[in-house]
């Protein structure tokens, strides 16, 4: 009996548990209703940027005169008087801090400190410290805030480059420019949001590689174009001989519609892309010379940014033509120029390393400032990291060089609602360890797309099953800087 | 009948269906998306409300007083409770999903309906917690009248927050209280750092536990001395150094820290806020100060001009709507490019490409947006003072680029009627001074004004900054006009290696540039060296010096531009010897190419045209189809003696009919460096004699063992070469 009266219990809450279940799973399933994509497992993350920004952005554009091979802050920014008196000690181990060297001074006997071959002196109503080597840069010193405090992970030249344009070293990531023309779209649709000018100079070299230009994972329509500096600004949009523009048009459409039936069959987002890829080639073929034809520019334009700025292939040149693209609403323009990695003979190529880009640099921030662009263009200048403050290979009275240094080094940027005329940051007196406001890699990201209008921890990219960033997982926008 | 109604099954159901449903909103309500037609039921939550409210204090009131009423009534009241309560339960919950739904809707402060939802979520649940637990054994008075104080608490915290909601905080007593911030409407000279700027903040988030009736912690925050002297822990902050200051600290713990500051139920500083007490500190903490008198780019000064200024026609919210996406999408052309200013605002930026394509018709047509244009880039565009009327119709622009445009002082005259326009670029255009002054005055928002360009001379726009202080007039030369020096003239030639004669092409890349030259090794001059007409022909290898004249400028530094001859350009060139790993270049063809290298080589990106060999001399064998008179072999070396370049020791030259029968015809012994020099490239010369050879055997030995001054003594040099010239 008792065995009953249990089963019939059990019975009964076996019951009740189904019939709870179903109503609390109808229950489930009505709220289901309202929430789009639940069950499906599509994400709509990809589909959160617009290509505009979050908020009302400081900067439009970019212009990253970028000093690859990492100049010296120390014949540069960063002045260290006491290093100077310093020159031929050792470096003491409490500054060094057991920090790993590269394999070219790892294994040097000694480390002599030496402390810069050419003067500085201070500029402008900030007062700031900038070496004799930079006297153009030095007369724009209230326009440029001058961050001294930077530092970053890598300690040789293709991490830490690929670092600083993808915000990962091992590269396939999307470069900066990638990143914001995914997340701005492009201003001008006759030119490519992100383009790529290179430049030399005669000192001690390291390549770029188009890897620094890369769309990564983001659509392919994001990837930097690069201009050279031969009569075909842009590789293959001329139509080539024999082929007029009507016949072009002819060829693109049928192209098009072909490409129309595959993206209908197999739905390949590349596919419409490569479409698109065409159409703006088509356009640049009447917007590139427009741009390219620096015949017209007035007298006062070539003082400014010095003769050179006429012949093609150079900095000042480039940057020249930086202008001109950002005024023609191209979104990032990214400059490098090669030749800064002093090893060895230090002055003698960091002077002409100077000579090359100070003049222009200088030109640049003038000529966007003068025609009232400044304010929402953001003017950057920086190399991938630092250099030692003590010598690499032999020291002589008038001869030195420096190897690399992750620790500290600077960087200035101008307009695009950066605070104007400030340093931000120190080194130890020594310069070797920052001593105040440091700015990581990841916080310097943040900080650009911050001035964009984009916020870094929202401008994200789904890719392989984990949400991708500029900044990775890292960042912080330095406030202090910005107007 | 009591009976029926407890058919007690249906009930429970009933709510233990609604409590999933709530839980899977609360669970997705980030993901909800709450179709247009159910939006009115979100929006009847403020009216439904009102009922729950009333049934479950009602049935609260019942509940605790079921247990003293004993006579007959007692089941009445209990059954009548029980359906008050299920019915107030279900109310309830109906009323929070509404809220739910509501809450998904743009616009509601998110801190404070989160403190809504979760009161309302509470209120719900335990109304049917109640419910199910009322009847069993063990609940008995204690218990309902716990119950009961709980719910009817919830209820009212949850009804005070939701009409905090509705009417705006402090709507009760706001009547009686002073706003601080209505004192401090805009920044003027007396605005001082902290009466004006921090106090407010410190009044409205921290003033109501640190004041002299609560001062927990012992710490006051009701005006500068007592901010000043700091509470139990200590001082609250340290000048200039935010990061070690108590206040800051505290206010930057984790919200479920229990130190942290204001306590997580209390009402929480805003970014702005903390950006502001942050900064304040930085700057020194400033008690008595006035904003004014804080340097101009200082980052307190900036946020509490921000903070102050937020309602004038600057602020960057539109109050106008957004354009209908249809008329934005029939705009937009790859030519006229229009875009939000940003994600949800209806400002639109437009800009204009394509000199050829555009027409007055291009600004016309944005009549249909006049509304919300806030920026136009029309530079380098030929817009016509025809124009002007269309822009200016457009009457809530900030940001206007008419750089290197045809309007001119006239046409820009008619754009006062932008009084929101913020930025005006001109530069490039043919306005004046006068015209400037009053386009000056009539645009009442101007900050910046670009006039580079323009008719205006210097002295001019200073006239103009020191008369409109307020405005950043921009487009000065600042200072003298600066004797440049030009760069160097340059060859255009493909080649500098010839073997017969060679037309120099001289260039220079600036404008009416005069180039001036010698081929005799002197220096040229602006007299008496001839002026390069384009028609220089040079028939041997010659150091052409030229330079570069221009008036207002200074002339160029000489440019040394060497062409080499090579009349015997061997038909077949064989290498007999391995060359150095990085300077393998083409094999032997590297030597006869016509193709000069650069400095730099010891880098394989620089390594372009050089030829090398280290350890092992150079051995090239040369045959010609016709028998040549060979006088002279020579080899342009680079030499880079820091880093171990050298030239070659000696060069020996044979010469004979076939490979097997060769004679020597010239053997030179090379000068070596003697101390470590700046790199340079140099043509070494082996003279020979001989006559009628079709074969010819060229060897060049590199210096096996660097001399003892040389950082690298004992060990091999590189020896590298781009071309060799048999003459």
Redesign the interface.
């Given at each position: 009996m008792e065995k009953t009266i249990l089963e019939h219990g059990l019975n009964l809450n076996r019951r009740r548990f189904l019939?709870?279940l179903s109503?609390?799973l109808?229950?489930?399933a009505?709220?289901?209703l309202?929430?789009?994509?639940?069950f499906s497992g599509s994400s709509t993350e990809n589909d959160l940027v617009?290509g505009?920004?979050?908020?009302?952005?400081k900067a439009k554009r970019i212009i990253y005169l970028f000093q690859n091979g990492a100049p010296s802050q120390l014949e540069s920014f960063d002045y260290k008087p006491a290093l100077r008196r310093m020159t031929g000690e050792e470096l003491p181990d409490s500054v060094r801090m057991g920090q790993r060297l590269t394999g070219m001074t790892a294994n040097q006997k000694a480390f002599p400190m030496v402390g810069s071959f050419c003067d500085f002196r201070q500029y402008g109503a900030s007062g700031a410290w900038i070496s004799d080597l930079f006297p153009y840069t030095a007369?724009i010193v209230d326009d440029i805030c001058i961050v001294r405090s930077m530092y970053t992970e890598a300690i040789n030249h293709d991490p830490a480059l690929t670092f600083f344009q993808t915000g990962a070293q091992q590269g396939n990531r999307p470069s900066m420019g990638a990143w914001l023309s995914y997340g701005l779209?492009?201003?001008?649709?006759?030119l490519p949001a992100f383009c790529v000018l290179l430049s030399r100079g005669?000192g001690?070299?390291?390549?770029v590689y188009s890897k620094l230009w890369t769309n990564g994972f983001l659509d392919s329509i994001h990837q930097g174009v690069q201009f050279s500096n031969g009569e075909d600004p842009v590789l293959f949009i001329n139509d080539p001989t024999g082929m007029d523009r009507a016949m072009r048009r002819r060829m693109l459409d049928n192209i098009s519609e072909l490409n129309n039936i595959s993206y209908q069959e197999f739905g390949d987002a590349e596919i419409a892309t490569r479409i698109r890829q065409y159409e703006l080639a088509f356009?640049m073929q009447?917007?590139v010379p427009?741009v390219m034809d620096v015949?017209k520019e007035?007298?006062?334009v070539?003082?400014l940014y010095?003769?050179?700025c006429?012949?093609p292939g150079t900095f000042a040149a480039n940057a020249l033509l930086a202008r001109k693209l950002s005024?023609?609403?191209v979104r990032f323009v990214q400059l490098y120029h090669q030749g800064w990695d002093q090893h060895?003979?230090l002055p003698?190529e960091i002077t002409k390393q100077a000579k090359d880009v100070d003049q222009a640099s200088a030109a640049l921030v003038?000529d966007l400032?003068?025609?009232?662009?400044l304010?929402?263009t953001l003017v950057i200048w920086g190399g991938e990291f630092g250099r030692t403050n003590y010598s690499q290979g032999?020291l002589t009275k008038d001869n030195y060089g420096r190897d690399h240094h992750p620790r500290c080094f600077s960087i200035w940027m101008a307009g695009g609602g950066v605070?104007?005329?400030?340093v931000y940051g120190e080194t130890d007196e020594l310069g070797y360890n920052i001593a105040k406001d440091p700015v990581h890699v990841h916080d310097f990201h943040a900080t650009v797309l911050h001035q964009l209008?984009l916020d870094h921890e929202k401008l994200v990219y789904k890719h392989l099953g984990r949400r991708y960033r500029l900044t990775d997982v890292a960042g912080n926008v330095v406030?202090?800087i910005l107007? | 009948m009591w009976k029926k109604l407890e058919s007690k099954g249906v009930q429970d159901?009933a709510l233990?269906?609604?409590a999933?449903?709530i839980a899977?909103?609360i669970l997705?309500e980030g993901?909800?998306?709450?179709?247009t037609w159910?939006q009115p039921v979100g929006r009847m939550h403020a009216m439904v409300v009102h009922f729950p409210i009333v049934l479950i204090l009602l049935a609260a009131v019942l509940e605790v007083v079921r247990f003293y009423i004993t006579d007959e009534s007692t089941r009445f009241y209990s059954v009548f409770t029980k359906q008050l309560l299920f019915v107030g339960a279900l109310l309830s919950g109906v009323t929070v999903v509404m809220g739910i739904f509501l809450a998904r809707e743009e616009g509601y402060d998110t801190q404070a309906v989160v403190a809504h939802k979760w009161a309302g979520v509470v209120v719900f649940y335990s109304a049917v917690l109640l419910f199910a637990v009322r009847d069993r054994n063990w609940f008995g008075v204690i218990h309902a009248r716990a119950a009961a104080v709980l719910l009817v608490g919830c209820v009212l915290v949850v009804g005070h927050l939701g009409g905090s909601l509705t009417h705006g905080e402090n709507y009760v007593w706001q009547p009686i209280a002073t706003s601080f911030f209505s004192s401090a409407a805009a920044v003027s000279v007396d605005t001082l750092a902290f009466d004006d700027i921090v106090k407010p903040i410190l009044e409205s988030r921290c003033r109501s536990c640190h004041n002299p009736l609560k001062n927990k912690g012992n710490l006051l925050l009701t005006d500068s001395v007592t901010m000043a002297r700091g509470g139990k822990t200590g001082p609250l902050f340290l000048s200039g150094n935010p990061e070690e200051s108590l206040i800051l600290q505290r206010i930057a713990l984790p919200l479920d820290e229990k130190k942290h500051m204001p306590p997580s139920e209390k009402p929480q500083l805003t970014d702005e806020e903390k950006?502001i007490l942050y900064q304040w500190v930085?700057s020194g903490a400033p008690f008595q100060r006035r904003v004014t008198t804080l340097p101009e780019?200082d980052?307190f000064r900036?946020l509490a001009i921000q903070m102050l200024e937020k309602g004038s026609p600057s602020q960057?919210q539109f109050d106008f709507p957004p354009a209908p996406s249809e008329t934005l999408a029939r705009l937009n052309s790859?030519?006229r490019?229009i875009?939000?200013?940003?994600?949800n605002?209806p400002a639109v930026a437009v800009?204009v490409?394509?000199?050829?394509l555009y027409s007055s018709s291009t600004i016309e047509e944005l009549g249909a947006i006049r509304e919300q244009v806030v920026t136009l880039?029309l530079?380098?565009m030929p817009v016509a003072d025809e124009d002007i009327p269309y822009i200016a119709r457009l009457r809530n622009v900030r940001?206007l680029?008419l750089?290197f445009t045809s309007v001119t002082g006239s046409g820009l005259a008619r754009l006062g009627a932008l009084r929101y326009l913020e930025?005006?670029?001109i530069?490039g255009t043919s306005v004046s001074y006068t015209e400037v002054n009053h386009l000056l005055t009539s645009l009442p928002a101007l900050k910046?004004?670009?006039?580079?360009?323009t008719l205006l001379t210097d002295a001019e726009i200073a006239t103009l900054q020191r008369d409109f202080p307020h405005v950043r007039i921009?487009?000065a030369?600042?200072?003298e006009?600066?004797m440049?020096?030009?760069?160097s003239p340059?060859m255009a030639n493909k080649t500098r290696v010839f073997d017969d004669s060679i037309i120099l092409e001289l260039i220079h890349?600036?404008?009416g540039t005069e180039i001036r030259y010698t081929i005799d090794g002197t220096e040229p001059d602006s007299v008496s060296s001839p002026l390069y007409n384009g028609r220089l022909v040079l028939a041997r290898t010659t150091s052409v010096k030229a330079k570069a004249y221009k008036k207002d400028?200074i002339s160029s530094e000489v440019a040394m531009l060497n062409v080499y001859r090579s009349a015997h350009e061997p038909d077949t060139a064989i290498l007999l010897s391995r060359l150095n790993r990085v300077h393998v270049q083409k094999g032997a063809p590297t030597f006869f190419d016509h193709e000069l290298g650069t400095?730099?080589a010891n880098?394989p990106?620089?390594a372009n045209n050089w030829g090398g060999v280290r350890n092992n001399p150079l051995a090239l064998l040369l045959r010609y189809d016709v028998p040549r008179t060979i006088g002279q072999v020579s080899l342009n070396c680079l030499v880079e003696t820091?880093?171990g370049i050298f030239p070659p020791e000696a060069i020996e030259v044979w010469g004979g009919d076939s490979p097997d029968d060769m004679r020597l015809i010239g053997r030179k012994r090379i000068e070596l460096p003697s101390d470590y020099q700046?790199p340079y490239i140099q043509l070494f010369d082996c003279p020979t004699d001989s006559s009628d050879v079709t074969y010819v055997k060229i060897l060049a030995a590199p210096v096996m063992k660097f001399p003892a001054w040389h950082?690298n003594a004992g060990r091999p040099a590189l020896l590298l070469v781009d071309e060799i010239l048999v003459n």
């Open positions: 019939s709870r109503l609390g109808g229950s489930a009505l709220g289901s309202l929430v789009p994509d639940l617009t505009l920004p979050d908020f009302a952005p007369r779209g492009s201003e001008n649709k006759n005669i001690n070299g390291q390549g356009r009447t917007a427009e015949s007035p007298d006062d070539i003082r010095g003769p050179d006429m012949v005024e023609s609403g060895g003979d003698y003038i400032k003068r025609r009232g662009l304010d929402e032999r605070k104007p005329g400030i209008g406030k202090d107007a | 159901n233990f269906a609604f999933v449903f899977f909103l997705f993901e909800l998306a709450i179709p159910l950006n930085k780019s980052s900036l960057r790859n030519y490019v875009r939000p200013v940003s994600r605002s800009n490409y394509n000199h050829s880039d530079s380098n940001r680029n750089n930025y005006l670029s530069a910046s004004l670009a006039l580079w360009e921009l487009g030369r600042e200072g006009i600066e440049i020096r030009l760069n340059r890349p600036v404008r400028w400095f730099n880098s990106a620089w820091e880093t700046k950082r």
